[in-house]
């Protein structure tokens, strides 16, 4: 079993329709929380991170964790054609000396798809 | 903003060739990450950097190797290369101050071997 999983989709919405993509993680040493987006053969791009439960809104972006479940999503309100793409949950904790924050572990990726 | 910086953008190998990928983290970052990303894969961690010291390694293959230079940036040695060694190779950087730890990515390399 993956340490992260991710509601693997693909999801096909219409444009302003609200997108709700979905992971969970099995170990609760895990402390920051991030949302990727990664267009074809492109980097994954820094959406939005946070290391507590709870909401965090940024635009039309909204990340929520619920560490008591070890569940967190990402929603998209009023979506737009631009969106169409994989969205990456990534999880971190410490490293193996548990001296810092390392590698990121990440779910297995939701392609989604906004038609205009 | 500078991002980081990875060189080359796309490699064609040989089976049993060597290859060399280099990133340069964005200016002040002090840690350096390397992920490879199979076709349709999450990315996975291989190995990281800080203070141009290793700090954690992840499912890398003993014929890689990689190390942080005194300026920071970094490269992965990547030698009998095989067929499955084919994918994206991705570096991210981030200025691990106390526990935050936020990456930021490159553009990735593309190696296909052949």
């Known amino acids: 079993q993956k340490e992260v999983e991710q509601d693997p989709g693909p999801l096909s919405v219409p444009e302003g329709a609200i997108v709700s993509l979905n992971c969970t993680y099995s170990n609760s040493a895990f402390q920051y929380f991030m949302w990727y987006r990664q267009y074809s053969r492109k980097g994954p791009e820094l959406l939005m991170y946070t290391y507590s439960s709870g909401n965090k809104e940024d635009g039309r972006f909204t990340a929520q964790v619920d560490k008591s479940s070890k569940y967190i999503s990402l929603f998209i309100r009023d979506s737009q054609p631009s969106d169409s793409a994989t969205y990456l949950c990534?999880?971190?904790?410490?490293?193996?000396?548990?001296?810092?924050?390392?590698?990121?572990?990440f779910g297995q990726g939701t392609i989604l798809t906004v038609h205009p | 903003a500078a991002g980081v910086i990875q060189s080359p953008r796309h490699l064609i190998k040989e089976k049993r060739e060597t290859a060399t990928l280099k990133c340069y983290p964005i200016?002040?970052?002090?840690?350096v990450y390397w992920y490879q990303q199979g076709p349709g894969q999450d990315p996975q961690f291989l190995i990281s950097f800080y203070e141009k010291m290793q700090s954690d390694k992840g499912s890398i293959p003993d014929r890689f190797s990689a190390q942080q230079f005194s300026d920071y940036h970094s490269e992965l040695n990547m030698s009998s290369l095989e067929l499955g060694d084919s994918a994206l190779y991705f570096c991210a950087s981030s200025w691990t101050s106390g526990s935050i730890n936020i990456q930021y990515f490159g553009a990735g390399t593309r190696l296909s071997v052949l």
């Open positions: 990534a999880i971190s904790g410490l490293n193996a000396g548990g001296t810092s924050y390392g590698k990121l572990t």
């Open positions: 200016p002040r970052h002090d840690t």
